[in-house]
């Protein structure tokens, strides 16, 4: 008999795990050669440079400060963060093609819809922490409308060059912003007002940040935000939205812990790292902390074991009690010792995706867990 001309399904998932290597490796090796072009030719203009200065507009001072090494150890980063997140893949493929509970638990894992109540608890808990990360925008933007001269659009609004509203223009689109917010929150289908309210909270952000350093205080709640998004355009609330909120929220700190062994390694645990970063703070209670080396040591072992334990949240789902309590002494830790963030951090509200009711919550890996 001939053979047929389609693929068998393990040839085609082979063949697809080859080309997504193949175009890693591409995109990969044309990451190295823009890096090697902006660190041997900073002042020349190219499409890659141009986008670099969007990006991170210092990066010509940075250079200078910290020289072509610190570069090539971040290029070096990238690599092993694709080589890791590959054998992540391929041991998940190889359990879920080996594990004889794994594929009846991984359909279950991403199957059903919220319940109506379940949803309502959804909408609630979002649109009262967006109300909460934003109820000040107004009057910041409104001051910072007098510093004008300052205003640096970055991002995509760098890419666009948006210029900066004038205060009444502020006003009413945070005026709209809230009101397409309210909206959303009481009409489970306002899908319209649910994207309006998510797009203008990103736009504003972005004039906040246009007048200085980028920081991460709304990052997680912003990504949280386009698998909102998800809910409001289907006939019913999929399960699968909610649990891409549960792996966003997993992997943004699982990367923080990975991203202080690979880049920091073991200097990352020395006593002197921390001991740095509290003094540089200068509060009374990390001044205090600096003074003990060995307590330094501990508190870095146990902040990068706690992000790296938010992993668990996906092997059971019944230890997330543990672990956002984790998560809520870290972000205490760094607010009492070096004064970031605060007592109500907008990362600690973005945990309470994690207790929306699903009707079904079969582990991972473990079967029959919960």
């Given at each position: 008999m001939s053979r047929p001309l389609y693929l068998s399904k393990k040839s085609a998932l082979l063949g697809l795990?080859?080309?997504?290597?193949?175009?890693s490796l591409a995109a990969y090796g044309l990451f190295l050669w823009a890096m090697n072009l902006l660190l041997t030719q900073p002042e020349a203009d190219t499409l890659w440079h141009r986008l670099a200065d969007q990006a991170y507009p210092r990066w010509r001072v940075e250079l200078a400060r910290l020289g072509h090494p610190f570069f090539a150890q971040k290029a070096t980063q990238v690599g092993w963060r694709l080589g890791l997140s590959w054998l992540v893949l391929l041991l998940g493929m190889g359990l879920y093609r080996w594990h004889p509970a794994w594929p009846q638990q991984w359909r279950r894992y991403w199957a059903g819809h919220l319940s109506p109540q379940a949803a309502g608890c959804l909408r609630a808990w979002y649109w009262l922490v967006f109300g909460y990360c934003t109820y000040d925008w107004c009057w910041v933007l409104a001051k910072l409308e007098s510093l004008r001269p300052f205003y640096s659009p970055t991002g995509i609004l760098?890419?666009?060059?948006?210029?900066?509203?004038t205060t009444e223009w502020l006003w009413a689109l945070c005026g709209l912003m809230y009101g397409a917010a309210i909206w959303a929150w009481v009409r489970p289908k306002a899908a319209i007002a649910a994207s309006l309210a998510i797009v203008l909270f990103v736009l504003l952000q972005g004039w906040l940040y246009s007048f200085h350093k980028l920081d991460h205080t709304f990052a997680l709640f912003t990504l949280l935000s386009y698998w909102i998004l998800v809910g409001y355009w289907q006939p019913q609330w999929p399960v699968w939205g909610v649990r891409w909120m549960h792996l966003t929220v997993v992997w943004v700190y699982v990367s923080a812990g990975l991203e202080k062994i690979l880049v920091g390694g073991w200097a990352w645990f020395q006593p002197e790292t921390l001991q740095t970063y509290l003094r540089l703070h200068e509060q009374p209670l990390g001044l205090w902390l600096a003074q003990y080396p060995w307590l330094c040591s501990l508190m870095a072992v146990m902040a990068v074991g706690?992000?790296?334990?938010?992993?668990?949240v996906l092997w059971r789902l019944r230890w997330r009690s543990w672990v956002v309590l984790g998560g809520i002494l870290f972000h205490q830790s760094t607010y009492q010792l070096m004064g970031v963030g605060g007592l109500l951090s907008p990362w600690l509200l973005c945990y309470g995706c994690l207790w929306i009711p699903l009707p079904n919550q079969p582990a991972v890996i473990a079967p029959n867990g919960r």
């Open positions: 795990l080859l080309g997504l290597a193949g175009l760098g890419l666009v060059q948006m210029p900066l509203p706690l992000e790296l334990a938010f992993g668990l």
